[in-house]
C-alpha cells in the first residue's frame, strides 16, 4: 500500500523542505498546518491545509486545529475493516497514510531565563502527540515519524517500495511513544519543580524524561553494552554539560568514575582543593593554598592508587599545576578550566581526557534525587547533601578541639560521605592520609586506613561514616596515635566507646548524621 497522503506539522523544520519535495514528486498530497504550511508554501510546494481538510479553521491561537474527527479518523480507521470503510465514506473522510510531527520545543522554552508559567503552559503540545499516538497505534497502516533523523529512511523506503516495511512501521511507532512518554515526563517534572512537588514528595506515579547523549563502547565489561542519558531539564554542572578539550572517548568507567570526583570535589568550598578517585572511591583529597600545592599534597596521600585515576581540581588550572599532573598516568581531569600554558602543557598527553565543567561554586544547592534500580522497581532518596558543620556536632569525650582539630574534623566528614561503607577516613592539616572503604567490618575499614597513614596519623582526625559498635576501632586508633574522632551518635554501646576514648586520651565529636554509602 502505496503513501498516497501526508500530515506534516513540525517545530523541527530540518530537512522538512527536502522530504517534503520528495513526496511532492511521488505524487503524494500534502496537509499542512500553520508554520509548517508556510515553510513548504514558500519552497513552492503545494500544500493542503488543515482547515480545508477539516472544514474548522484554527482558532484560538493554534490551540485547535487537528483536533478534529477527519484528521483522526483517518489516522485510525483500519483500513480492512468494512465498518471502518463505511463510517470514511459516510462522513468524508480521507486516508492520512504518513504523519510526520515533532512537538512544540517545551523542554526549549522552559530552560530559557525567566520563562513564565504561562509561556511554558503554551509551549506544551496536544494536537501534536495526539496525532502522534494515533498513527503510532494504527501503524499496520499509518507511517509515524518524529525525528528528521530518520527522513533519510524513509524517503529511501518510499523510492523503493512506495512506504516503509512492517517492522519499519512498528520500530517507529515504538519511537513514536517513547518521544510523547519523554515529552509528558519533561512537562511533570517542570511542573513538579514549579509546583515543589518533585519525585521527592513521592507520588503515587513518577517518570523521568532522559535523552541519549551518546552510546558507548562497552559497560564496565566488555562483554556489557552501555549508553549514557542526559537530564534535558537538569541545568547544573554535570559531565554531561562538559566541554571536552582533548583525549579519547569518555568510557562507562569514566564518567561513572569523574562523576564520583565531580561530586567530591563540588563539596570543598574553603580553598584551592584537589580529588583523586579510583573505582568511584576517593584515593586521595587536599587542601593547599595554591591549586599546585592541592594536587600535590593530594597526590602524595596515596602516590600508588592515583595512578591511572581520575583528578578533579576546584580552580582553573594554570601551568604550575599541569606541570604535576602531566607527569602522571592520569585517565581524567576535571576542572572549571585550563588556561592557555595549561592546555599546551597538557597537550603533550593526546589521550588525556580534559573536561572543563565551568565555575563550580556559583549554583545554589538544591535537593536532588538518586534512583537505584532494584529488581522490578526503583528505590529513590534525595541524595546526602548535610554540609559538615562542627557547630552541630557534641562533645562525646576529651575537651573542645581547638580550631585546626575542628577544620580537619569537618574536612575529614566532607571526605567520609563518598568512602564506600564501612568508610574511615583519616585526616591531617586539611590532607587525607589513609582511607578504608567498602569492608564488611568496622574494625578492618579502620585498620586499613592506619595503616595506609602510618606515622602520619599521630595527632589526625579519624572520621566514621558510622558509629563504632564496639571499642576496638577506638583502641587501634589510640595505638596509633589519633587525636580525635568524629562519629554519628546512637551507638547502643557507645558509652563503652566513648569511656574507651577517655581512657585512650582520645577527643571525640557526635555528628547528629551518619554517612552511608551503600
Not at 500500500?1 to 500530515?7: D, N, S, T, V
Not at 600545592?293 to 597526590?299: K, L
Request: aromatic share 6%; glycine share 8%; with cysteine.
Amino acid at each position: 500500500m502505496k503513501i498516497k497522503r501526508a500530515l506534516l506539522s513540525v517545530s523541527d523544520k530540518r530537512g522538512l523542505v527536502d522530504l517534503a519535495k520528495i513526496l511532492h514528486a511521488k505524487g503524494v498530497e500534502i496537509i499542512s498546518t500553520g508554520g509548517t504550511a508556510k515553510v513548504l508554501l514558500s519552497a513552492g510546494i503545494p500544500v493542503r491545509a488543515i482547515d480545508d481538510l477539516t472544514g474548522f479553521p484554527e482558532m484560538m491561537d493554534g490551540r485547535v486545529k487537528t483536533l478534529h474527527p477527519k484528521v483522526h479518523g483517518g489516522l485510525l480507521n483500519r483500513r480492512d475493516h468494512p465498518e471502518d470503510r463505511e463510517a470514511m465514506a459516510k462522513h468524508g473522510i480521507v486516508d492520512i497514510d504518513l504523519v510526520v510531527v515533532n512537538l512544540y520545543p517545551f523542554i526549549q522554552t522552559v530552560l530559557k531565563p525567566h520563562v513564565t508559567w504561562a509561556e511554558a503552559i503554551e509551549n506544551i503540545d496536544i494536537g501534536g502527540p495526539s496525532m502522534v499516538r494515533s498513527a503510532a497505534k494504527n501503524h499496520a497502516f499509518v507511517t509515524v515519524v518524529v525525528d528528521p533523523n530518520d527522513y533519510t529512511v524513509l524517503i529511501d523506503a518510499i523510492e523503493k517500495e512506495g512506504q516503509p516495511s512492517e517492522m519499519q512501521r512498528k520500530k517507529w511507532a515504538l519511537k513514536a511513544y517513547r518521544h510523547t512518554a519523554a515529552y509528558d515526563s519533561a512537562i511533570s517534572e517542570w511542573m513538579g519543580e514549579q509546583l515543589q512537588e518533585n519525585v521527592l514528595s513521592f507520588p503515587k506515579e513518577i517518570s523521568f524524561s532522559a535523552t541519549m547523549q551518546q552510546s558507548l563502547r562497552y559497560g564496565e565489561n566488555p562483554h556489557q553494552k552501555a549508553a549514557v542519558y542526559r537530564q534535558p531539564l537538569y541545568q547544573g554542572i554535570s559531565l554531561l554539560h562538559a566541554e571536552q578539550l582533548q583525549g579519547k572517548e569518555l568510557s562507562f568507567n569514566n564518567l561513572n568514575d569523574g562523576n564520583a570526583a565531580l561530586e567530591m570535589i563540588l563539596d570543598f568550598r574553603k580553598g584551592p582543593a584537589a580529588v583523586a578517585v579510583k573505582h568511584t572511591n576517593p584515593c586521595g583529597a587536599a587542601y593547599g593554598s595554591t591549586l599546585a600545592e592541592a594536587f600535590q599534597r593530594c597526590h602524595d596521600a596515596d602516590p600508588v592508587s592515583i595512578y591511572g585515576g581520575i583528578v578533579a581540581l576546584n580552580r582553573i588550572v594554570d601551568a604550575e599545576t599541569a606541570r604535576l599532573l602531566v607527569k602522571l598516568f592520569l585517565e581524567v581531569i576535571i576542572a572549571p578550566d585550563f588556561d592557555a600554558d595549561a592546555r599546551e602543557i597538557l597537550a603533550k598527553k593526546a589521550n588525556l581526557r580534559l573536561l572543563v565543567v565551568g565555575e563550580m561554586h556559583t549554583e545554589a544547592v538544591k535537593t536532588e534525587y538518586q534512583l537505584k534500580h532494584i529488581k522490578g522497581g526503583l528505590l529513590v532518596q534525595s541524595t546526602d547533601q548535610v554540609p559538615a558543620d562542627s557547630s552541630s556536632w557534641s562533645i562525646g569525650a576529651g575537651p573542645t578541639p581547638h580550631e585546626g582539630l575542628l577544620s580537619d574534623a569537618e574536612f575529614a566528614w566532607t571526605l567520609v560521605k563518598h568512602v564506600k561503607s564501612n568508610a574511615i577516613v583519616v585526616v591531617k592539616d586539611g590532607v587525607s592520609l589513609g582511607i578504608g572503604a567498602g569492608q564488611m567490618n568496622r574494625i578492618d575499614s579502620t585498620r586499613h586506613a592506619l595503616r595506609q597513614a602510618g606515622e602520619r596519623a599521630r595527632g589526625a582526625v579519624l572520621a566514621s561514616d558510622a558509629f563504632f559498635p564496639f571499642a576496638d576501632s577506638v583502641e587501634a586508633a589510640r595505638d596509633a596515635g589519633i587525636a580525635l574522632i568524629i562519629e554519628p551518635s546512637g551507638a547502643q554501646r557507645q558509652q563503652e566507646v566513648l569511656d574507651a576514648a577517655r581512657s585512650a586520651g582520645i577527643m571525640v565529636m557526635l555528628s547528629p548524621e551518619r554517612h552511608f554509602k551503600h
